[in-house]
Structure formats: C-alpha cells, structure tokens
C-alpha cells in the first residue's frame, strides 16, 4: 500500500509540474505567442497606470496594439533602427530620438486621431513611423549575442530614459537615417517644407563608411523599363539631359528623355540607397552610383557612432544633428 501511496504522490506531481516546465520551454523557445505575452504584462506592470508612462504602438504585421513600458518602448525601437554594435553614446542619441519621435506623434494623435492606427500613438512601420522590436524578435535578430546587446542597448536606454529634444516648447520631428553623403539635407529641400531645426549640417564621418558608396548597372532595357521611359527611341547616350543637385549631393531634378524627374522618383524606381547618385552611359549600360543610405534628414546614424568614437557625448551629437533644440525631462 506504501509503494501505491507513493506511486500516486509522484503521479500528481508530474501532471501539476508538466504544465509549468512546458511554459519556461515556450520562454526561452520560438513561442511568440506566450512570449509577446510575458512581455506585454512585464511591460504594463513597469509602467503603472499612468498614461503618460506607456507608448501604445501599433505592430502592422499582426495588426495589434501593444502597451509597453516608455523603456521597453526605447529598447525594442533601438534595437529596430541602429547597430547594437555602435557606441554607447550613439545609441543613447538614438534613444533620445526614437523616444522624442514617439512623443511627438502622441501629442499628434491627441489632436487628431487617426483611425488606422487603432489608438496607439505609432506604428512600428519604419517606413512610416519608425521600427520597434519584442524581446523575442530581439532574440532572434541577434542570436548568441542576444544578452550582450540587450543589455548594452537597456543601459544605454535607462541612462536617458525621460529625456526629449524640443524647439519652440514642442517635440520634434526627430528624423534620421543611417548615412549621408558627407553633409545632411534640410527638411526645405527633401520634403519641401521649412523646418527650423532639421537644417543641412556637415557629418563627415559619413565618409568612412564600408556602406559609403554603392555601383549597379543596368541594361539599356531594364534602365527605359523602370524608369517607364517614354520616346526612348534615340540613341541612350543621349538620353541623360540636366541635372540639379543640392549641396549634400541630393538630386532636385534630372531630365532623361526629355522627361523630367525628381531624385527621389528616380531613387524609387531604380531601388537606390539614396536620392544623391550619379548616372553615367557607356557600351550599352548605364551606371548610378550613389552616395549614403537613406533621405539624409536629421540624425546620420552612422555620424552619430563616428562623433560619439571621438569623443562626443550623446547631447553633443543631438545638439549638432538638430539645430537650436533643448534636451528637457518629460
């Protein structure tokens, strides 16, 4: 009777332990469900109950709204949009941007709301607003090098947690890319609005990047094809007319075929890392060449990593990238 005792003791212990052993496994697994669970309540119960203290974003691919914790929030939107192999300075400036940015765009949905985003002040769309990662998604960028960069990226993100870039006593559009061509561009001359604080500012640590530059070349086919060229019949040499260019290098305006064409349509139809290229016609292809990564707008990333190696500190970085802004606590 002892050993049937003991029998069934062990049995009810398996079937109460199973179901908490299978959990941990989901954890530390490929679960996101159970994972953006445990993240989301962990997230809630770090930030309290005051609204102020949560970003509400909106995640496009499963089409939710997650509340997270303004740490979390920096966290995951760092880890989205820079380097965790960048210096520590540089993250910081960039935690401060994505962090301003986000309240930007609250204060912006308090005023008018906009439906598609579901209530959440943002989307973690980089093409729209600008990218944020889970923890699982995290884990699964960086791999083996998960705990490393999630707590190189978290320290960077505490040590600046609550601070904010404003102009004229409101947040700003805290824009960034990844490189630029030796100079930024002005918001005047990219989105053809004037924006006191986003002005072209000398970065010449762009300069140094493995990523500076990139060549592809297309055939006389594929280049009428993309560019849906219209009276394409004469000789292709003599298809390139004037170009415009700013002096960050961007293109205002270039004629081809008689067709006149802003860079940025260009960049769009060939697929370019930048609207500041070059194109050249010889032996039956052309050439564009292109400078930096992105609209060239506010922060260069890879110029903020650049001053932060020698020696700049995360306000310097700020303050140079956006002209006449005050860092202030929210």
Known sequence: MKIYGILLVIITLVYILAPAVAVDRKDVGKSTTVTETETQKKAEASAGTDEGEVIKVFRVGGEVVETVSQLEYLVGAVAAEMPA??????LKAQAV???TYALYNKAKQEKTPDGDLAGAYLSDSPAEHQGYLSASERR????????DYEDKIEKAAKEVLGKALVYDGEYIIAAFHSICSGRTESAKVVWDTDIPYLKSV??????LSPDY???IA?????????LSLKDAEAEPSKWLGESKVSESGIV????????????????KALGLRSSAFTISYKDGDFTVKTLGYGHFVGMSQYGADYMARQGSSWEDILKHYYSGVTITDV
């Open 140 to 147: 699964e960028k960086w791999g083996e090098k998960y705990d």
């Open 218 to 226: 297309l055939t006389t086919e594929q280049f009428c094809e993309l």
């Open 252 to 267: 205002t305006s270039v004629e081809i075929c008689g067709q006149s064409f802003s860079g940025a349509e260009v960049r």
């Open 85 to 90: 192999g960048y210096h520590e300075e540089a």
């Open 213 to 215: 530059s990139d060549t």
């Open 97 to 99: 941007a994505c962090f």
């Open 202 to 207: 000398v970065s010449d640590g762009d300069k």
